[in-house]
Each structure stands twice: as C-alpha cells, then as structure tokens.
T-cell receptor, first 116, second 113 residues
Framework: GENVEQHPSTLSVQEGDSAVIKCTYSDSASNYFPWYKQELGKRPQLIIDIRSNVGEKKDQRIAVTLNKTAKHFSLHITETQPEDSAVYFCAATPLKSQTGANNLFFGTGTRLTVIP | KAGVTQTPRYLIKTRGQQVTLSCSPISGHRSVSWYQQTPGQGLQFLFEYFSETQRNKGNFPGRFSGRQFSNSRSEMNVSTLELGDSALYLC????????????FGSGTRLTVV
C-alpha cells in the first residue's frame, strides 16, 4: 500500500515568515494529494488539495506544489499568522471511481507554531 | 446544513470491555469512513462503508468492526479493549464516496484504562 512520510514533525516560525512542510509518497498510482489542518481539539479540515495533472495550486497565502517524478509534494504558507498554528497533515491516495474503494494515506503530521 | 456528528465525544472504558461509537454523516452522503488517530501513528484508515456495504478495510485486527444502516449512519465497535486502543476515532462522510469529498466529524476520544 501507499506510504506517506512527512517532515518536519514540528516547525516554529516568526509571525510573517513563511513555513514549508514536505511530504513524500511511495505509490506512483497516487493522484490526489490533500492537506488538512487540525486545531487543538477540533476536526481535521481540508485547506487545499492538488491532483496529479497539476504541478502547483495556490489559494491566497497557501500553496501546494507536486513533483510526480520525485514523488513529493509540499505545503507553503506565506505571511504566517498566529491563527495558522495547528497540526498539518498531508495525505495521498490513488483516487478511484465512485464505485471503487477509497481511503487516504496520511503523513504523521507537522505541528506548526507561529510566534507573535 | 448539519455537519458530521459523532457520539459520544468522550468515552472511558476498562480493558476487556467493548465499545460502540456512532457517526451520522451529512444528509445525502452515502459513504462513511473511519480513521484512528494516535499521537505516534497519525491517522490510520479503519474501514469504509458505502450504501451499507463495507468496501474497504485497513490493517486492523478483527476486534474492530463496523456497520452502516439504511439511513447511512454508521457505527464502529471495538471488542476486548486494549490500552493501545486509546485514540481519537474520526469518521468522514462523502457524497460521491470518494476520498476527495471528505468532511470529518469532531471525533470520539476513547480512553482505555
């Protein structure tokens, strides 16, 4: 099955700086790569995702890049704010059709702390 | 529109007991997936149900089981609880039954003592 590795496990940045979290995956069939943000005591929430036919996607201060050849993808957060402090999870899956089985393979998470 | 509802939010059980957790998906969603979240392992897939059928199962022992009802609500059961089963159990519902449509619930925090 798919194996997703995520680095770093913890990351501290000064407010206003950028943060980068990196993930690698093993299954070349994976074609869907979401990123989730989980604040303390809350549910994981999708913040951005990318599919294998796209190399980069941006949404305001958040961007994700994908390198299919190297099997890695990264989350970039610019102009960080204290409310960005949370645990971030990457995931990958070979997304199948509606009638096929689907599940996400998650990285182990990165605890991001933004220091005011 | 109501989100994904998991009950109970917190649960304390003794080793050897069994437990049942409930997940009510977003109205109209037919797929419910369950994940176990622990500090060391992150989120690990347990199983997925679609229209009352288990379509996919992760690598967990047979003590972990689940089912889905005709109204798409799902339950998971853990029998003969072990200390290592202490975790946050999350369910996610999806309209199309694909992983790109997940909405997670807030989870049930299970503590086994």
């Amino acid at each position: 099955g798919e194996n997703v590795e995520q680095h770093p496990s913890t990351l501290s940045v000064q407010e206003g700086d950028s943060a980068v979290i990196k993930c690698t995956y093993s299954d070349s069939a994976s074609n869907y790569f979401p990123w989730y943000k989980q604040e303390l005591g809350k549910r994981p929430q999708l913040i951005i995702d990318i599919r294998s036919n796209v190399g980069e996607k941006k949404d305001q201060r958040i961007a994700v890049t994908l390198n299919k050849t190297a099997k890695h993808f990264s989350l970039h957060i610019t102009e960080t704010q204290p409310e960005d402090s949370a645990v971030y999870f990457c995931a990958a899956t070979p997304l199948k059709s509606q009638t096929g089985a689907n599940n996400l393979f998650f990285g182990t998470g990165t605890r991001l702390t933004v220091i005011p | 529109k109501a989100g994904v509802t998991q009950t109970p939010r917190y649960l304390i059980k003794t080793r050897g007991q069994q437990v049942t957790l409930s997940c009510s998906p977003i109205s109209g969603h037919r797929s419910v997936s369950w994940y176990q979240q622990t500090p060391g392992q992150g989120l690990q897939f347990l199983f997925e149900y679609f229209s009352e059928t288990q379509r996919n199962k992760g690598n967990f022992p047979g003590r972990f089981s689940g089912r889905q009802f005709s109204n798409s609500r799902s339950e998971m059961n853990v029998s003969t609880l072990e200390l290592g089963d202490s975790a946050l159990y999350l369910c996610a519902s999806s309209f199309l039954g694909t992983a790109d449509g997940y909405t997670f619930g807030s989870g049930t925090r299970l503590t086994v003592v």
